[in-house]
């Protein structure tokens, strides 16, 4: 991975409110704690939250691809890590990892394709013109790869 490519960190600590009965993650739980971290990482690209609402424009998740692995617990603290992974002319793919907090063991991998939407309308627009500039390596037909 370069240098240059957006990635980010974040923790989230499980709650009740994460878990069934038996104190395990509900699958739903992970993505909202994707959802945390992929918004971090569109702020890093330029989509802070206030100026997404002064423009409308907003990155649209197209396509989750994810596998549980290992489940948490209730009371894990839980570090996700997330990168841009590929960039094209109408969207791009991000790609998120959760594991425990000082432990290697994967517990989920994810990726995500995102578009970018003008509301209301609706209407798909490219993504910005400097993306290939910035992230030529993210630009190519290599083989994708989860995040490290």
């Known amino acids: 991975m370069a240098d240059d490519t957006p990635v ?11 878990t069934d009965i038996g104190g395990v ?6 993505l909202r704690m994707i959802e945390t971290a992929r918004t971090r990482l569109a702020a890093q690209l330029g989509m802070q939250l206030r100026e997404m609402a002064r ?3 907003y990155p649209v998740v197209v396509r989750t691809e994810i596998d549980y692995r290992k489940p948490a617990t209730l ?6 890590r997330g990168r841009l992974e590929r960039v094209e002319r109408a969207r791009f793919w991000v790609a ?9 063991v994967l517990l989920i991998s994810c990726r995500q394709s995102l578009a970018l939407v003008q509301m ?10 400097d993306w290939p500039d910035k992230y030529p390596h993210l630009t190519g037909k290599a083989e994708l790869t989860s995040p490290r």
């Open 8 to 18: 980010i960190e974040t923790r989230e600590e499980v709650m009740f409110f994460d």
């Open 25 to 30: 993650v509900h699958n739903i739980a992970y």
């Open 55 to 57: 423009t409308q424009v």
């Open 75 to 80: 009371g894990d603290v839980l570090v996700i």
């Open 96 to 104: 998120f990892e959760i594991r425990r907090e000082g432990e290697e």
């Open 120 to 129: 209301p309308q609706g209407r798909p627009l490219r993504l910005p013109e």
